[in-house]
């Protein structure tokens, strides 16, 4: 196999199963084995399972660690496996030296982080539950983060689902409703749940010093209130995690849903991600934004934050390193055209302060215009959990528990966008599994706020709009 003529990325045919060059130029032969996704040949004539067998064999023969069993059983196309470089190369020779090539490509298993209630008001969500009671009843969203905290008020009876939708663990920790780094409750609080308590916010005084204000709030309550939550838990308690892992929960949601013959799950929140690598792949086919596009086309709308990388350096001839906006800074899954990718604005007032200066701009590395819409994400009041809480709890001193903390980032964004859209389609079920007439109706109705397309794509968020609009 052979990369396409003026692909955007630098392979070397090794017998006929690319391995991009920068991960051999990564891999010191003195380090341990690195974590690597192995793609399956689906040509290969005995068909995916036997190609799986060759491949597990190969590894076997070669590798002390060998194949991680637990992920590569989550996966279905992919083999996951610790390799050093010898072994890499190794495994390569063997399986050209096969009657059948059982291996398409080999990438490393990339690690991704967590990209960071006035705002309901901001995109009109209190206007469209008081006159069309868009509240999110009857429709499920997934939460792929780092898990979501069930022992939160604020999620009451958001996380109940039944079979064949569950939540699932995707780390080492096997509990995807505890949630140690605590971003995941928080996006899971913007789109879905209601609650009360205390809730600690940010404040600076006349000498800019910042002072942490507990008070009681008698009602908090997420964009879609009644919509449910199912957790899948891809990021451990450092907020790290593996393309391998959201991968595996993107093809459970496949499964859950039948392939699209029957959607128990309408949609996902994606806040999590990590900045495109031209080196690897052309800009929105990396294996994660393919599985992307694979479960739009199944009828799931997938809501992406764009990334918080779109602010930093400039080298001036003259001053030398000057901060300054960076465009093409569009993070994967949220180059995926399908996908529904969301930067960030400010809470409340969008016309005055703009797109927020961290959100990633577009357009995306072969021209594509994102983002696709704007959301507040700047100092989002949302529940509190594990490493978020515990920050709040010792920089305020109040007594726990503190239940609503702020934080920032497309991530939260990208929560508004899933709530709206649960909302809408609860109350207009018709476009339940039409995910591209979603995106035209949500940026088709969206308020241009007068910043470039590049920053703002259609403009900000508007749930009164898009439910009036059909």
Not at 232 to 259: H, M, P
Not at 343 to 372: I, L, N, Q
Request: charged share 20%; glycine share 10%; with cysteine.
């Amino acid at each position: 196999m052979t990369e396409p003529e003026g692909a955007r990325f630098h392979a070397r045919e090794l017998y006929g199963s690319v391995i991009a060059v920068p991960l051999l130029q990564r891999m010191d032969a003195a380090e341990a084995p690195h974590r690597v996704v192995i793609d399956l040949n689906l040509a290969y004539p005995q068909g995916r399972e036997a190609a799986a067998r060759a491949i597990h064999a190969l590894v076997g023969s070669v590798a002390d660690e060998g194949v991680d069993e637990a992920r590569t059983a989550q996966l279905g196309q992919y083999v996951v496996a610790w390799l050093s470089p010898e072994a890499l190369l190794e495994i390569v020779r063997r399986d050209r030296a096969a009657e059948h090539r059982a291996i398409h490509r080999i990438w490393p298993d990339f690690k991704v982080r967590a990209l960071i209630n006035k705002s309901c008001a901001t995109v009109k969500a209190d206007a469209a539950r008081a006159v069309f009671s868009a509240l999110g009843a009857g429709i499920t969203w997934a939460v792929v983060d780092s898990g979501i905290d069930h022992g939160h008020p604020h999620f009451d009876h958001s996380l109940d689902v039944t079979l064949p939708v569950e939540h699932k663990d995707f780390t080492k920790a096997a509990s995807p409703l505890t949630d140690e780094f605590g971003h995941g409750t928080h996006v899971a609080g913007i789109i879905a749940g209601q609650g009360s308590g205390t809730v600690v916010r940010a404040e600076l005084d006349s000498g800019d010093d910042v002072h942490y204000l507990p008070v009681h709030a008698d009602r908090m309550t997420g964009i879609a209130p009644l919509a449910k939550l199912v957790s899948y838990k891809v990021l451990d308690e450092r907020g790290d995690g593996e393309t391998s892992a959201i991968i595996a929960a993107l093809q459970d949601i496949q499964r859950v849903n039948s392939g699209g013959r029957d959607l128990k799950i309408q949609g996902v929140n994606l806040s999590v991600g990590y900045p495109f690598d031209p080196q690897w792949f052309a800009c929105g086919e990396s294996p994660l934004c393919v599985e992307v596009t694979r479960l739009v086309k199944s009828g799931v709308v997938v809501v992406v934050a764009a990334g918080n990388t779109g602010y930093g350096y400039n080298q001036d001839a003259v001053k030398g390193a000057v901060a300054a906006g960076m465009d093409l800074t569009i993070n994967d899954p949220g180059n995926a055209e399908a996908a529904i990718t969301v930067g960030s604005t400010h809470r409340e007032m969008p016309h005055r302060y703009g797109v927020s200066y961290f959100s990633s701009k577009g357009p995306t590395g072969d021209g594509r215009a994102k983002p696709d819409l704007v959301a507040p994400g700047e100092r989002i009041l949302s529940c509190a959990a594990g490493k978020l809480r515990g920050r709040v709890e010792a920089k305020a001193e109040v007594r726990p528990p503190v239940h609503y903390v702020e934080d920032s980032g497309t991530s939260m964004a990208a929560a508004h966008v899933s709530g709206a859209i649960a909302a809408f389609l609860s109350i207009r079920g018709e476009f339940i599994g039409r995910p591209d007439e979603i995106k035209r109706i949500f940026t088709g109705t969206a308020t241009d706020l007068g910043r470039v397309p590049a920053f703002q794509g259609h403009g900000l968020l508007d749930l009164m709009r898009a439910i009036q609009s059909v």
